[in-house]
């Protein structure tokens, strides 16, 4: 997921095609949540390594629509079906690609 963070503590990702704003503070995101859900997820940051804590906090910030749409993608890419991929040797120095 490219992602970038903004000074009022959202990530601005795709999702669906659509640009939208999710929440990147631990905070933030824990308010989204249901109560249990609440209590998982401070189980889970307790015990996430901070190498790690970046990409925890992205899976439990996007909402559950982004989170198929990735699974459907994977799934396409393991099926041999690699339509919509830039291949990595077409990126060029910046690794940002462009189209």
Do not use: N
């Amino acid at each position: 997921m490219s992602q970038s963070v903004d000074e009022a503590g959202t990530w601005t990702t795709v999702i669906g095609g659509e640009l939208v704003e999710i929440p990147a503070t631990i905070d933030g995101i824990r308010a989204t949540l249901s109560a249990e859900r609440a209590a998982e997820f401070d189980l889970v940051i307790a015990h996430t390594h901070a190498s790690k804590l970046p990409q925890v906090l992205a899976d439990w910030a996007l909402p559950p629509e982004a989170l198929a749409e990735e699974d459907e993608v994977i799934a396409r890419l393991k099926a041999g079906d690699h339509s919509d991929s830039i291949p990595q040797d077409d990126l060029g120095d910046g690794g940002g690609g462009e189209r």
